[in-house]
């Protein structure tokens, strides 16, 4: 295939091995001009970016999901596939810019093989080289571009070295100055000589090795039936056996690639290195010493969300509510500082007090993965996953659940087995997203002494805990329900240890702060602007009655009472609260949430949570600034809520009842949308949402009696 010479129509596609450094490298060469859709027809993201080469060629890179090798499993790898093979319509690369990883160079080649049979114009990206080296592997760049008969070029996309060299190379194909390599890395038609010959009579020049994978998988390529039985028709004529074939192919290709490394690397002695792995493996996989450890991890992790970021939330809240008071002191009084002060800082406030936990908890999670521990938590989870009808690889979907359901649910796309991967998309939710920390702070906040630190990591710990247990159950009894029956397998690479890289934990800190201030952010800006209009008005004629009763219980008190029409005018705030829009709806609902121990504040923090958890924080800020101007802290307010009896509203039964009830509720519409989009049916959300709402409502209902 020779490369398009219309600088228009160049499109380049990126592949290689999963965690190779292909993001890194798409983002470098395409800075901000992405864009994410779909591939058609599929639930798979189409990564597409611009990106301008020497000579004034402007090309669209398309980076195509991580693949191994060109045998496909999982429904992402099939689309790699069908690009590759030509047969998707919407993508037709001009050059093939492959991500090799320099440290696994003996994996990686298996798929540059393959691409180089299928007579693509390859550029070879060699990343990781850093990492190479520390493991003392040193290899001959040219000896390997001689051997493959295709570029490679070393980079190292996070320092943006070596770019400027890969898009001179790239230009260089792209004017036909390098085209397809010409030789075979391996003799393919010796594979299947007969058959591969009788499909060439099918589909004239197509290469030895296209003919090989139509073969084998013409089934899954949109041709036409005339055209599927002809291929049918040689594949019996001539006995093709695929499974053979494959099995030859792959033993070829890695004797070729065996000599190769031979002859233009050189690999340290392993020895020294796997020693020191295995020795940790020994302690941190043990079969009992492995989960309590992992457990210990975990405890730490969670408290040091609380122990660290103590001073700056301290500090965050204070700085609010100093602002805010000394607002309400000096600006007029009117219908738009009401606005400023309870509606817009209220709900700001709501958000950027949780920023340092968010940082510091993903942070955390940044550091286990750098390290190579969460593969082991994945690893340690695998007999566990296996009992309640999963497998290991949906720890890492689970894991991610932890950050946010809607990436964690449609990276099952790696789950090859239907049925597992359906069980890991409805019991994902459970996991203690982002989204629900904010609320559990704030709770525990208001369970917990201040100084009781442990106490609150243990509780933390606990809400965790009762989600990943939840999760279990539920998938237990799915395996029964779900009949679908496929076998499935688990393997997973352990990498090795190794020092985190400090630069991309902060880099991951900073981003995932800027996800929760932009996306939930914008989010709770806006319900809190709406809830602030809901809370301050109401039907004329109930607001108009409270304003005249209390205008006469203050105009009775002496002018020199100020303590008494202080207190009156809490109770005129609690009053026009109360017969508020928010307040009709909220008291509508409470028959049926005061059994677990909610009152209607509470009520109408559940309903605005749909468009996203995190929102529960920015109403009750919004409602108690409404009802009150002082300037105590949101965490004073909730203490000091009290119930029409007068009893408080924020027991130790309540906090608990709530966030059960948040760690089991299915309360986010954007989850609930993506599992319908994973699933191509609406009937699995639906059920989700039901028996997820049902279990928060029976367990929230006996946790409150419980701790009563």
Same mark, same amino acid.
């Given at each position: =295939?020779?490369?398009?010479?219309?600088?228009?129509?160049?499109?380049?596609?990126?592949?290689?091995?999963?965690?190779?450094?292909?993001?890194?490298?798409?983002?470098?060469?395409?800075?901000?001009?992405?864009?994410?859709?779909?591939?058609?027809?599929?639930?798979?993201?189409?990564?597409?970016?611009?990106?301008?080469?020497?000579?004034?060629?402007?090309?669209?890179?398309?980076?195509?999901?991580?693949?191994?090798?060109?045998?496909?499993?999982?429904?992402?790898?099939?689309?790699?596939?069908?690009?590759?093979? @030509?047969?998707?319509?919407?993508?037709?690369?001009?050059?093939?810019?492959?991500?090799?990883?320099?440290?696994?160079?003996?994996?990686?080649?298996?798929?540059?093989?393959?691409?180089?049979?299928?007579?693509?114009?390859?550029?070879?990206?060699?990343?990781?080289?850093?990492?190479?080296? %520390?493991?003392?592997?040193?290899?001959?760049?040219?000896?390997?571009? @001689?051997?493959?008969?295709?570029?490679?070029?070393?980079?190292?996309?996070?320092?943006?070295?070596?770019?400027?060299?890969?898009?001179?190379?790239?230009?260089?194909?792209?004017?036909?100055?390098?085209?397809?390599?010409?030789?075979?890395?391996?003799?393919?038609?010796?594979?299947?000589?007969?058959?591969?010959?009788?499909?060439?009579?099918?589909?004239?020049?197509?290469?030895?090795?296209?003919?090989? +994978?139509?073969?084998?998988?013409?089934?899954?390529?949109?041709?036409?039936?005339?055209?599927?039985?002809?291929?049918?028709?040689?594949?019996?004529?001539?006995?093709?056996?695929?499974?053979?074939?494959?099995?030859?192919?792959?033993?070829?290709?890695? %004797?070729?690639?065996?000599?190769?490394?031979?002859?233009?690397?050189?690999?340290?002695?392993?020895?020294?290195?796997?020693?020191?792995?295995? !020795?940790?493996?020994?302690?941190?996989?043990?079969?009992?010493?492995?989960?309590?450890?992992?457990?210990?991890?975990?405890?730490?992790?969670?408290?040091?969300?609380?122990?660290?970021?103590?001073?700056?939330?301290?500090?965050?809240?204070? /700085?609010?509510?100093?602002?805010?008071?000394?607002?309400?002191? +000096?600006?007029?009084?009117?219908?738009?500082?009401? /606005?400023?002060?309870?509606?817009?800082?209220?709900?700001?406030?709501?958000?950027?007090?949780?920023?340092?936990?968010?940082?510091?908890?993903?942070?955390?999670?940044?550091?286990?993965?750098?390290?190579?521990?969460?593969?082991?938590?994945?690893?340690?989870?695998?007999?566990? =996953? @296996?009992?309640?009808?999963?497998?290991?690889?949906s720890v890492m979907p689970m894991i991610s659940g932890f950050a946010c359901a809607v990436p964690a649910i449609m990276s099952t796309r790696n789950i090859e087995n239907k049925k597992e991967r359906?069980?890991?998309?409805?019991?994902?939710?459970?996991?203690?997203?982002?989204?629900?920390?904010?609320?559990?702070?704030?709770?525990?906040?208001?369970?917990?002494?201040?100084?009781?630190?442990?106490?609150?990591?243990?509780? =933390?710990?606990?809400?965790?805990?009762?989600?990943?247990?939840?999760?279990? /159950?539920?998938?237990?009894?799915?395996?029964?329900?779900?009949?679908? !029956?496929?076998?499935?397998?688990?393997?997973?690479?352990?990498?090795?240890? @190794?020092?985190?890289?400090?630069?991309?934990?902060?880099?991951? =800190?900073?981003?995932?702060?800027?996800?929760?201030?932009?996306?939930?952010?914008?989010?709770?800006?806006?319900?809190?602007?709406?809830?602030?209009?809901?809370?301050?008005?109401?039907?004329?004629?109930?607001?108009?009655?409270?304003?005249?009763?209390?205008?006469?219980a203050i105009s009775a008190v002496p002018t020199t009472d100020s303590t008494r029409i202080a207190e009156i005018n809490l109770e005129k705030g609690t009053a026009k609260l109360e017969n508020s829009?928010?307040?009709?709806?909220?008291?509508?609902?409470?028959?049926?949430?005061?059994?677990?121990?909610?009152?209607?504040?509470?009520?109408?923090?559940?309903?605005?949570?749909?468009?996203?958890?995190?929102?529960?924080?920015?109403?009750?800020?919004?409602?108690?600034?409404?009802?009150?101007?002082?300037?105590?802290?949101?965490?004073?307010?909730?203490?000091?809520?009290?119930?029409?009896?007068?009893?408080?509203?924020?027991?130790?039964?309540?906090?608990?009842?709530?966030?059960?009830?948040?760690?089991?509720?299915?309360?986010?519409?954007?989850?609930?949308?993506?599992?319908?989009?994973?699933?191509?049916?609406?009937?699995?959300?639906?059920?989700?949402?039901?028996?997820?709402?049902?279990?928060?409502?029976?367990?929230?209902?006996?946790?409150?009696?419980?701790?009563?």
């Amino acid at each position: =295939m020779k490369a398009e010479k219309d600088n228009g129509n160049v499109q380049i596609a990126l592949v290689g091995n999963p965690n190779g450094g292909k993001t890194s490298l798409f983002n470098s060469l395409t800075g901000l001009r992405q864009q994410v859709g779909n591939f058609p027809g599929v639930t798979v993201d189409k990564k597409t970016g611009e990106t301008v080469l020497p000579g004034h060629i402007h090309a669209t890179m398309i980076d195509l999901p991580g693949t191994y090798s060109l045998y496909p499993r999982r429904q992402d790898e099939w689309v790699a596939y069908r690009v590759l093979m @030509r047969q998707d319509q919407s993508v037709h690369p001009s050059i093939i810019l492959l991500v090799v990883d320099a440290s696994n160079l003996k994996r990686n080649l298996l798929f540059c093989s393959q691409l180089i049979d299928l007579k693509y114009p390859v550029v070879v990206a060699l990343t990781m080289m850093d990492i190479a080296a %520390k493991k003392g592997i040193q290899i001959d760049i040219p000896g390997l571009e @001689r051997e493959l008969g295709v570029p490679v070029v070393s980079v190292n996309p996070r320092k943006d070295k070596g770019i400027d060299e890969l898009k001179r190379v790239m230009a260089r194909v792209v004017e036909q100055k390098q085209t397809a390599p010409i030789k075979d890395f391996i003799p393919i038609k010796s594979l299947a000589p007969a058959s591969i010959e009788a499909l060439q009579t099918v589909l004239p020049e197509t290469s030895d090795y296209a003919a090989l +994978h139509f073969l084998i998988n013409h089934e899954e390529f949109p041709l036409s039936e005339t055209l599927q039985a002809k291929i049918e028709n040689a594949e019996k004529t001539t006995n093709f056996n695929p499974t053979k074939t494959q099995a030859e192919e792959v033993l070829q290709r890695y %004797k070729q690639i065996n000599h190769i490394i031979q002859k233009n690397v050189v690999m340290p002695d392993p020895l020294q290195k796997k020693l020191y792995t295995e !020795k940790l493996d020994n302690i941190l996989l043990h079969r009992v010493w492995g989960y309590v450890i992992m457990l210990a991890v975990l405890f730490v992790l969670f408290q040091s969300v609380f122990w660290i970021a103590q001073y700056p939330m301290d500090g965050i809240d204070w /700085l609010f509510s100093t602002f805010t008071g000394w607002l309400s002191e +000096h600006l007029p009084t009117a219908w738009w500082s009401d /606005l400023l002060v309870n509606g817009l800082l209220a709900g700001l406030g709501g958000i950027v007090v949780f920023i340092p936990q968010i940082m510091i908890l993903f942070g955390l999670i940044t550091l286990l993965e750098d390290t190579g521990y969460m593969a082991r938590i994945s690893f340690l989870s695998d007999k566990l =996953m @296996r009992k309640v009808g999963l497998n290991g690889k949906s720890v890492m979907p689970m894991i991610s659940g932890f950050a946010c359901a809607v990436p964690a649910i449609m990276s099952t796309r790696n789950i090859e087995n239907k049925k597992e991967r359906l069980i890991t998309i409805l019991v994902t939710p459970f996991m203690s997203c982002s989204a629900r920390l904010p609320v559990y702070i704030v709770l525990i906040g208001l369970m917990v002494p201040a100084d009781h630190n442990f106490q609150k990591g243990m509780i =933390m710990m606990a809400m965790y805990l009762l989600g990943i247990v939840m999760s279990l /159950l539920v998938a237990y009894v799915l395996k029964f329900w779900i009949k679908i !029956k496929e076998k499935s397998f688990f393997i997973m690479e352990l990498p090795l240890y @190794r020092g985190p890289r400090w630069k991309n934990i902060g880099i991951t =800190m900073v981003e995932k702060a800027k996800i929760f201030v932009t996306d939930a952010g914008r989010i709770i800006i806006i319900i809190s602007l709406f809830l602030w209009f809901l809370s301050s008005y109401g039907p004329s004629k109930r607001m108009n009655t409270v304003e005249t009763k209390y205008e006469q219980a203050i105009s009775a008190v002496p002018t020199t009472d100020s303590t008494r029409i202080a207190e009156i005018n809490l109770e005129k705030g609690t009053a026009k609260l109360e017969n508020s829009y928010a307040g009709i709806l909220g008291h509508a609902i409470e028959p049926g949430i005061r059994p677990l121990g909610f009152d209607w504040k509470i009520g109408i923090a559940l309903i605005t949570s749909f468009a996203a958890r995190e929102v529960f924080v920015g109403t009750m800020a919004t409602l108690y600034s409404v009802e009150s101007d002082n300037d105590a802290t949101l965490k004073e307010k909730m203490a000091s809520a009290k119930r029409a009896d007068g009893t408080p509203v924020y027991t130790e039964a309540t906090a608990i009842s709530l966030m059960v009830f948040y760690v089991l509720a299915m309360q986010c519409m954007s989850t609930l949308a993506i599992v319908k989009r994973e699933t191509k049916s609406w009937k699995w959300p639906v059920i989700q949402f039901v028996y997820m709402t049902g279990l928060a409502y029976i367990f929230s209902f006996i946790a409150y009696h419980i701790f009563s």
